[in-house]
């Protein structure tokens, strides 16, 4: 029983390995290729043509000293940096006059990211830094719309001391 068991055992790993030996492999490279379907793509396979360095290529190549490049004028392209301010809000009333700044809602003499909101206009907010001025105009947004102002009629004494309206 043991010899039958043994035999079997030969007899499948020389058929394995003569298998191997006419698809022109040993059995170590068998081992480190993946088992993957066709059609299905092995999600951690190098892409075509890309193969991982042998040690004879690292120990026969020595690395090149880095050169430094310095690019063309023309292809620096200078972009500006975008203000961490955007003005989304102004109200302004008899009494008050607020502006809304990153969500955070600011009157005059207040202070925001170092600068000082020195005057809040219907359009826009005046920033100081020190003898800096910068100004911080509302978004234009793509949706016209009208306005218009109404004046507020004073209240008219007729005749009999009774307030402007018809009789």
């Given at each position: 029983?043991?010899?039958?068991?043994?035999?079997?055992?030969?007899?499948?790993?020389?058929?394995?390995?003569?298998?191997?030996?006419?698809?022109?492999?040993?059995f170590?490279?068998?081992?480190?290729?993946?088992?993957?379907?066709?059609?299905?793509?092995?999600?951690?396979?190098?892409?075509?043509?890309?193969?991982?360095?042998?040690?004879?290529?690292?120990?026969?190549?020595?690395?090149?000293?880095?050169?430094?490049?310095?690019?063309?004028?023309?292809?620096?392209?200078?972009?500006?940096?975008?203000?961490?301010?955007?003005?989304?809000?102004?109200?302004?009333?008899?009494?008050?006059?607020?502006?809304?700044?990153?969500?955070?809602?600011?009157?005059?003499?207040?202070?925001?990211?170092?600068?000082?909101?020195?005057?809040?206009?219907?359009?826009?907010?005046?920033?100081?830094?020190?003898?800096?001025?910068?100004?911080?105009?509302?978004?234009?947004?793509?949706?016209?719309?009208?306005?218009?102002?109404?004046?507020i009629?004073?209240?008219?004494?007729?005749?009999?001391?009774?307030?402007?309206?018809t009789?």
């Open positions: 029983m043991k010899t039958d068991f043994n035999f079997k055992w030969i007899l499948i790993s020389t058929l394995c390995a003569g298998a191997l030996l006419l698809r022109g492999e040993s170590s490279q068998s081992l480190r290729k993946p088992v993957i379907e066709k059609g299905k793509r092995d999600p951690f396979a190098l892409p075509y043509g890309v193969h991982p360095r042998s040690r004879e290529s690292i120990q026969g190549v020595k690395p090149k000293p880095a050169t430094p490049s310095i690019p063309e004028e023309s292809s620096l392209k200078i972009e500006p940096k975008e203000d961490p301010l955007k003005l989304k809000a102004v109200l302004i009333s008899d009494s008050l006059r607020l502006a809304m700044i990153n969500h955070l809602i600011v009157q005059e003499g207040d202070m925001i990211l170092g600068e000082r909101v020195s005057e809040i206009q219907p359009d826009k907010v005046i920033l100081t830094k020190g003898d800096q001025k910068r100004t911080l105009y509302l978004d234009q947004s793509p949706i016209k719309l009208i306005t218009e102002e109404t004046p009629l004073p209240s008219i004494k007729i005749g009999n001391g009774e307030k402007g309206g009789k």
